[in-house]
Structure formats: structure tokens, C-alpha cells
């Protein structure tokens, strides 16, 4: 006999190799007929696995949030089936589950179209309703591969190799169609139920290598029931509206081209926009005591080897030498920095520093390259070449509470002056492979847990706060921000991050109280992250409505007839006068055509003026998304508009 342990901590004495659907049925019928796994020990398994020696045990039912993997993995295995019922001779490879969906690629002289999509979302639907039982088997290594040679199945041949030698090799089949498969599955196809949808097709390599074959990748999605499907394409539509491409070129805002792939071209109002972020940062570091330094972007190797990047992270480092073959150090290797810290240990090691001069905090806005895939680039969000809002605070061991509160304060406020309202605090703890003693990462997680605690008590409950076990960087634990949009989607910008590494490699120290030498701990703080990437995030998250002081154009002043031209150029000059971001249109167009071109281009007010608003000395306000209109004075709308315009930290 064997004990399971329950949830609960209820237990249950049953014969060893009883399956978990079993013991569902001893409950009672209804958790049998709910069942599609089970929990054991920990581990998802199928709920038909015999269970050997005593465990705990939850039964998942279809319900359960667990149960949505199942639903897509299942949901994958379906695709390939009704790809090879309607196209006899296509060849299935992998078909893994992925955030909020799954993909199967497939092996055909034709690749797949959207075309192809209609006839095989039905031909899944019959598979469903057939309702087949997965049913689980092994073979040897040898049959394996004889069994999908002789189906002509080659990549799935290939596929065996790559199993390690020490796991069984399983095969799941649903009703006569057979996939080599870890596992596990819910009970039949039945359970997958009809909340799916075939998303888009792609290219793909085998393996994800040019020289293999290319494949055709089907993405799809899957949900437990019609209402969460209808909910993601909603937000999917809604994201493709708010894409930050799309609207960086209705704004004029940026663009790329291939002579510099992965680096911005920023257009006259997407700096506008960027100079903003950095002007509203650089004023909330200079309240904090920051120091604003700048450290240079090409550095000698040397200095990237002592820093550990060199070893640990050259595969994303630009490289360069100097192009005269008679250049005096031409045999020299120089990098392009991906980061901004070595740079301000240096600055922190230029004279003698005291523990009177601590906590020392050196901010910079600096430039970094970074190289990445190119075909992982992807806008404002990925990208080569970035600005970090990058700071490092050098500070003792006893200020480091103290710092990190202060850091999150600061990081907090900044989310809530965009708007940003929920926000998860993760603290990542130790990595398998790091550097430092246990005593300094015990030191250090112990007073970021404090810290951890401290965030959730304060906020109430507002600010959710998380564990990451093994998730720190190799120096030290950190701290990650995650903010939500408004569609929903999270997105991890802030950063915390304790470092015991760096000032030891270079030899960094301040003379203590007692006045020995001491190495200063060193704290890594980024808020936006990649500015580049904030500012993408930011025209999503407004879909381009930006608030009045952000906004690269704040108001377009346009005239209904070229007699109030004098007194369109008035307002405009008293609004610039203002400090305000403006413009006229004097073109001769008709009003409407005026007001719908600015709306396109997300201006957030347009102040339309006529002979009436000449006489009066008014203007009639008109905002962006709302057909409703104000006549005001002109000193009156001036003195509302400059107040709207004045930044939050200074407000």
C-alpha cells in the first residue's frame, strides 16, 4: 500500500500502481468525468500514469488554469493530424506550446497560406468531436526510428536522436494518428473543445538553421471556452491598432532602414517626445542627489575583459578597430559599450573616496549597442542601439536598505506619472552559476526580502509582489518592475540590482570610518529600461493620445477662411509665447479636412478659429477622440492649456 497526500492534507491509503483517473473515480463520479491529469508530486502527468510509491496528489479538471497548457498541447497534436488528413505527404516536425497559443511546423513542397486555414480549422473540429482517447506507449530507439521511416517521416527521425539516451521514447496516439510526444495530455481530443483559432502562418528552418530545409509554421491560439478566445483577438485587434510602428509613422515619429538595422532614425516630433522623457527624468535624478556623468562608448577590450563582459557576454558586443592600416594602434580591439557600469565604476575610482562621500549616485543617459538577431528586432521594442536611463549607486553595506527603498519610491512615482497602475515587484534570488560568497548573497537577499516587504505592506496591497527563485544576475539578486498597459499586457522595465562583482574586479574602494579600505557595494538602477523601448511601450499604452505635456505637438491652431489668418498667427505666437508646443495650419482647405488630417496625427487639441473667434478674441476648442467643442477666450484657454502642458513633477 501506498499514501496519498491530498491538498488538503487529507491522505488515502491505495494499492501501489493505481492511476490517478482511479482515484478520481473513487472520489466520485463527477471529479471522474472532470478529470483530464494530475498533479504528482508536483509534476503534471497524465491522469492514466500508475503511481508507484507514496505522493501527493491534485486532480486537475479541465477548469483549472493548469488545464490551458493541456488544451494547447492537445490542440497542436489536432493541427497535425487534420494538416496530414487534407495534404497526404506533408511531413509535422514540432509543435510546441507558446504564450498564448501553440505553432506546429510543418514540411511541404507548397508552403501553407491563410487560405488553407478555413478547411483545416473544420477538419480539427471533426478530429474534436470524435473525441479519441490520447493513449500512451514507448518503443526502443530502433523502432522508433524504423516506425516514422517507414512513414516517411524523416525529421521526426532526426527528432529520436535528440532524445537523451536515459528517457523513454513515447508516442502518443489519438484514434489511429500516432505523434512522438513527452507528454502529457488531457484524457481524449474531446476535451479541447472548439475556443481555438489558426493565427497566421510563417517561415521557419529546421532547427532553426539557414542551411536546413524551411518549414511553414502555423501559429494558433487556444482557450478554455469561446468567451477568453473572443477576449485575446479582441486585444489582439486592439494591439494591432495601437501597434507603435503603425503609429510612429502616422505621427511622423521614427523610422528604420536596412543601412542601419536595429538602430532609430528619429524624425523632428519623436525627439520632441524623447527629449521630453529625458528632461522629466533628468529633473526627478537632479531632486535625489543624482549626478548626472557621461563615460565613453568605445573602450578597449581590456577594460571588457576585467569587467567579466568580455567572457560572459561578447557574443552581443559590437567590435572595432581602427580603419587606417597606418593608425598607431591599429593592432588594438576597442568594443562599442553594451552597458553603462564599467564606465562609472571608472569615474567612481578617479580620486580617493571616503564613506563621508556615500551613498555616491551616478546617473546616465547612455548610449549602448547590443548586438541581436535580426530577426529579432522588432521596432522601438528590440532594437541595437538604445539609451538606458541607466544609475549606479555606490554605497555601504549598512545604506543599502535604505537605497533600495528610495529606488523603488522613485521608480514607483514615475509609473504613476504615466499612468501606469498596476504594477508586481519581483525579487529573483541566487543563480545556480554566480560569483560572491554565500555570506554576501544571504546579506544581500535578506535586506532585499525586507525590502520586499516593506513595498507590499506600504502599498496596501496595491503593488503585488513575487519571488523569482534562481532568476538574479550572476553578481548579485535583483529587483524587477513589471507594469501593465492598458490592453493588459505586462511589460518587465524597472530594474534593482545588488552587485558584489564589479567594484572588487576593478579595485574599487572607499576609506571607512575606521579608516581601512573597504569595497563599496554597488547598486544597478534602471526605470525606463531602454528609453527607446519605454517610449514604444508609452505610444501603445496611449495609442498615440498622448497627455498634453508629453504630446510632440500639443495644439494645431487652424483658421475656417484665409481673412482670420492674422488672427490664427496671433494665437498661435501667444500660445509659443506660453512655453506651448504649436502650430497653424493656413492652408486653404476646408475646416473639416483640416481637423480630420491633425486627428489622424494624433494632435491633442486644435484650436479652430473664425470671425466670430476674431471679434470675440476666442477660440473654439476641439480635443482629440471627442466631438464635443468649447468657446473660450483666448487668455482663458492659454491659461488652462499651459497648466495641462506643465509636467507632472512639476505640477
Known amino acids: ?40 508530486n508536483g509534476q503534471l502527468v497524465d491522469l492514466a500514469d500508475p503511481i508507484s510509491a507514496d505522493a501527493t496528489l491534485q486532480i486537475v479538471t479541465r477548469e483549472d488554469d493548469r488545464a490551458l497548457e493541456l488544451i494547447r498541447h492537445d490542440a497542436a497534436h489536432v493541427l497535425a493530424e487534420a494538416v496530414q488528413e487534407l495534404h497526404p ?32 480549422e473544420q477538419k480539427m473540429r471533426e478530429i474534436i468531436a470524435r473525441d479519441k482517447p490520447f493513449t500512451k506507449s514507448t518503443k526502443t530507439r530502433e523502432d522508433a526510428k524504423a516506425f516514422f521511416r517507414a512513414k516517411g517521416e524523416n525529421f521526426k527521425v532526426e527528432l529520436v536522436d535528440t532524445i537523451p539516451g536515459n528517457e523513454d521514447i513515447k508516442f502518443y496516439d489519438q484514434g489511429g494518428w500516432i505523434d512522438l510526444c513527452r507528454g502529457p495530455h488531457m484524457t481524449s481530443t474531446g476535451k479541447i473543445g472548439n475556443a481555438f ?5 510563417a517561415g521557419a528552418y529546421w532547427r532553426g538553421d539557414s542551411k536546413n530545409p524551411m518549414l511553414t509554421r502555423i501559429y494558433a491560439t487556444a482557450w478554455a471556452n469561446d468567451k477568453d478566445l473572443a477576449a485575446y483577438v479582441t486585444a489582439l485587434d486592439e494591439a494591432e491598432k495601437r501597434d507603435h510602428r503603425k503609429l510612429g509613422r502616422e505621427m511622423d515619429l521614427f523610422h528604420f ?3 542601419g538595422p536595429g538602430v532609430v532614425f528619429w524624425h523632428a516630433k519623436g525627439w520632441t517626445i524623447f527629449q521630453q522623457l529625458i528632461s522629466y527624468m533628468r529633473r526627478r535624478l537632479n531632486k535625489l542627489g543624482y549626478q548626472e556623468v557621461n563615460a565613453p562608448q568605445l573602450l578597449d577590450k581590456s577594460l571588457w575583459e576585467t569587467s567579466g ?144 516587504e516593506q513595498i507590499a505592506a506600504e502599498s496596501g496591497g496595491k503593488i503585488k509582489t513575487a519571488i523569482n527563485p534562481g532568476e538574479g544576475a550572476f553578481y548579485g539578486p535583483k529587483f524587477e518592475y513589471v507594469l501593465r498597459d492598458a490592453i493588459g499586457r505586462d511589460w518587465q522595465c524597472g530594474t ?56 510632440p505637438l500639443q495644439i494645431m491652431v487652424c483658421p475656417i477662411t484665409t481673412d482670420v489668418d492674422g488672427y490664427a498667427t496671433e494665437v498661435l505666437q501667444k500660445l509659443r509665447d506660453a512655453g506651448l508646443r504649436a502650430e497653424a495650419d493656413l492652408r486653404n482647405e476646408k475646416i473639416n479636412y483640416k481637423v480630420r488630417e491633425h486627428s489622424v496625427t494624433k494632435v491633442p487639441v486644435i484650436l479652430v478659429v473664425g470671425k466670430r473667434e476674431m471679434e470675440d478674441k476666442s477660440v473654439n476648442m476641439r480635443r482629440l477622440g471627442s466631438q464635443d467643442q468649447k468657446v473660450s477666450s483666448l487668455e482663458e484657454a492659454l491659461a488652462a492649456l499651459k497648466k495641462e502642458a506643465t509636467p507632472p513633477d512639476l505640477r
Not at 483559432?197 to 502562418?201: A, P, S, Y
Not at 571608472?346 to 555616491?360: A, D, T, W
Not at 555601504?396 to 514615475?414: A, F, G, H, Y
Not at 557595494?521 to 493620445?545: D, N, Q, T
Request: hydrophobic share 40%; aromatic share 12%; glycine share 8%.
Open 1 to 40: 500500500m501506498i499514501t496519498l497526500t491530498f491538498p488538503d492534507g487529507a491522505q488515502r491509503q491505495v494499492e501501489a500502481g493505481v492511476s490517478a483517473a482511479h482515484v478520481a473515480a473513487s472520489i466520485s463520479k463527477s471529479l471522474e468525468k472532470k478529470a483530464v491529469a494530475a498533479v504528482v
Open 89 to 120: 505527404g506533408t511531413q509535422v516536425t514540432i509543435g510546441p506550446v507558446i504564450e498564448n497559443g501553440f505553432y506546429y511546423d510543418f514540411f511541404r513542397n507548397e508552403p501553407f497560406t491563410t487560405a488553407d486555414f478555413a478547411p483545416i
Open 257 to 259: 532602414q536596412e543601412e
Open 309 to 452: 563582459h568580455w567572457g560572459w557576454y561578447k557574443e552581443a558586443m559590437f567590435g572595432a578597430t581602427p580603419a587606417g592600416a597606418e593608425a598607431e594602434d591599429g593592432d588594438r580591439i576597442y568594443a562599442l559599450k553594451p552597458m553603462n557600469c564599467p564606465g562609472h565604476v571608472q569615474i567612481f575610482k578617479h580620486g580617493l573616496r571616503s564613506y563621508r562621500e556615500l551613498p555616491m549616485r551616478l546617473a546616465e543617459f547612455g548610449a549602448v549597442h547590443r548586438y541581436e538577431p535580426s530577426g529579432a528586432l522588432h521596432g522601438l521594442m528590440r532594437v541595437r542601439g538604445f539609451t538606458q536611463d541607466d544609475a549606479h549607486i555606490f554605497c555601504t553595506p549598512e545604506q543599502m536598505k535604505d537605497e533600495c527603498l528610495k529606488i523603488n519610491d522613485l521608480i514607483l512615482s514615475t509609473y504613476k506619472d504615466f499612468d501606469f497602475g498596476q504594477i508586481v515587484v519581483k525579487l529573483s534570488t541566487r543563480p545556480e552559476k554566480r560569483v560572491g560568497t554565500d555570506a554576501d548573497w544571504d546579506r544581500a537577499e535578506a535586506v532585499m526580502s525586507d525590502v520586499l
Open 197 to 201: 483559432k489558426l493565427m497566421k502562418v
Open 496 to 551: 534593482t540590482q545588488v552587485d558584489f562583482n564589479l567594484p572588487e574586479r576593478f579595485g574599487a574602494f572607499y576609506i571607512g570610518e575606521d579608516g581601512a579600505k573597504h569595497v563599496p557595494v554597488m547598486i544597478h538602477r534602471a526605470i525606463c529600461g531602454s528609453m527607446e523601448r519605454f517610449l514604444g511601450i508609452l505610444i501603445e499604452h496611449f495609442a498615440g493620445h498622448f497627455p498634453l505635456w508629453l504630446a
